[in-house]
């Protein structure tokens, strides 16, 4: 893959999306991260499938060819069934499943176009398992999943890598701190070190390309 092409990361955030963007530029790429908080042209709701089309007409105007996107977008979200609503259901369907979708129906023509690129949907331990309280989030881990699994299938012929990487733990940052206030034993993933395995997905020739990756830390023993 040239190097003088685009990355984009559809839902940046502090940690992973700052060891993304850091780790593909000094491989070469230009890497452009787009949420629904970053200011403009890069602030885009990618629930809005027209204003993710717009998005990507703005990168075919101003950034080199396309190589690929990587997709983070989510919504956590915990909450016993009986109390989720379906309006949180759907939003929460919303922020990882269709984002998703409509991401990547504006990039796949753009990348076949130009000879192919990859395509990396960031999932959970909730794509494979679903626990209590995690019912809408697993519901739409799991879509997500299904979904990849079919781009794989049906555009590995236009030269497209599609790709799911089942995160399963929590990533080193301030949010996870924040949130889940894990303890100083704690196996954390090391964003770093995950962002060096996106790079060698987008890396990888054709002939091995990984559909799944199951990434799950280890805790260190002395």
Same mark, same amino acid.
């Given at each position: 893959?040239?190097?003088?092409?685009?990355?984009?990361?559809?839902?940046?955030?502090?940690?992973?999306?700052?060891?993304?963007?850091?780790?593909?530029?000094?491989?070469?790429? +230009?890497?452009?991260?787009?949420?629904?908080?970053?200011?403009?042209?890069? +602030?885009?709701?990618?629930?809005?499938?027209?204003?993710?089309?717009?998005?990507?007409?703005?990168?075919? !105007?101003?950034?080199?060819?396309?190589? +690929?996107?990587?997709?983070?977008?989510? !919504?956590?979200?915990?909450?016993?069934?009986?109390?989720?609503?379906?309006?949180?259901?759907?939003?929460?369907?919303? #922020?990882?499943?269709?984002?998703?979708?409509?991401?990547?129906?504006?990039?796949?023509?753009?990348?076949?176009?130009?000879?192919?690129?990859?395509?990396?949907?960031?999932?959970? #331990?909730?794509?494979?398992?679903?626990?209590?309280?995690?019912?809408?989030?697993?519901?739409?881990?799991?879509?997500?999943?299904?979904?990849? !699994?079919?781009?794989?299938?049906?555009?590995?012929?236009? +030269?497209?890598?599609?790709?799911?990487?089942?995160?399963?733990?929590?990533?080193?940052?301030?949010?996870?701190?924040?949130?889940?206030? %894990?303890?100083?034993?704690?196996?954390?993933?090391?964003?770093?070190?995950?962002?060096? !395995?996106?790079?060698?997905?987008?890396?990888?020739? %054709?002939?091995?390309?990984?559909?799944?990756?199951?990434?799950?830390?280890?805790?260190?023993?002395?």
């Amino acid at each position: 893959m040239a190097k003088n092409r685009t990355v984009l990361i559809a839902g940046h955030a502090a940690g992973l999306g700052e060891a993304l963007r850091a780790r593909f530029e000094s491989a070469g790429y +230009g890497v452009v991260s787009v949420s629904r908080s970053a200011p403009s042209p890069w +602030g885009v709701d990618l629930t809005d499938a027209d204003a993710v089309e717009r998005l990507f007409q703005h990168l075919d !105007q101003h950034c080199p060819p396309l190589a +690929g996107v990587i997709h983070n977008a989510m !919504q956590f979200h915990r909450q016993p069934l009986m109390q989720t609503s379906p309006q949180t259901l759907e939003a929460v369907w919303k #922020s990882m499943v269709l984002t998703a979708f409509n991401t990547a129906q504006a990039a796949i023509p753009r990348l076949a176009k130009t000879g192919g690129g990859t395509l990396i949907f960031s999932g959970a #331990s909730g794509s494979l398992k679903a626990g209590p309280g995690f019912s809408a989030f697993s519901a739409s881990k799991f879509a997500l999943r299904g979904l990849t !699994q079919a781009m794989a299938r049906e555009h590995a012929a236009d +030269g497209i890598h599609v790709a799911h990487v089942v995160i399963d733990g929590l990533i080193r940052s301030a949010k996870t701190t924040e949130r889940f206030k %894990p303890d100083a034993d704690s196996a954390l993933i090391e964003p770093e070190a995950l962002a060096e !395995q996106y790079l060698h997905l987008f890396e990888q020739p %054709p002939s091995v390309w990984t559909e799944e990756l199951n990434i799950r830390p280890t805790a260190h023993t002395r």
